[in-house]
């Protein structure tokens, strides 16, 4: 869109130039929970976060690392699960929505034949834009 194109470029609206904010601040904390693989025992879990050219992180940790969980106990769905509990609590600033932020998610383990660090799955998501659960 051209109105995303100008925001990109660092053009403001006439509006946004008056004697007002400058800068948003959107804040994200939770955890990441754990993950349930069939057939897989030690788990964890890499997260980073992809934004924009105009965001920037004001507090906390862009990417990081769980630890090493091995899947036990039983989820409701049946299986074994893998619980990290890993806190965020990241802030970012911007000036513009335009490249809002996503959390990208990995998960690796070890695969049959007992070789570590190999990737099981991934996954990303837009930071939710109001807050709440």
């Given at each position: 869109p051209p109105q995303a194109a100008n925001c990109a470029r660092g053009d403001r609206h006439p509006l946004a130039m008056s004697s007002g904010p400058s800068h948003f601040v959107v804040m994200a904390t939770g955890q990441i929970e754990g993950a349930k693989f069939e057939g897989h025992d030690s788990l964890y879990c890499r997260y980073a976060f992809s934004m924009g050219e105009d965001w920037t992180v004001m507090?906390?940790?862009?990417?990081?690392?769980?630890?090493?969980?091995?899947?036990?106990?039983?989820?409701?769905e049946g299986g074994q699960v893998a619980v990290w509990n890993f806190p965020i609590d990241v802030t970012f600033r911007s000036t513009c929505a335009h490249g809002w932020p996503q959390i990208i998610v990995s998960v690796y383990g070890t695969d049959a034949f007992g070789r570590s660090d190999m990737i099981l799955g991934y996954g990303a998501i837009h930071l939710p834009i109001a807050p709440g659960r």
């Open positions: 507090k906390g940790v862009e990417e990081g690392i769980t630890q090493l969980s091995s899947a036990s106990g039983a989820s409701a």
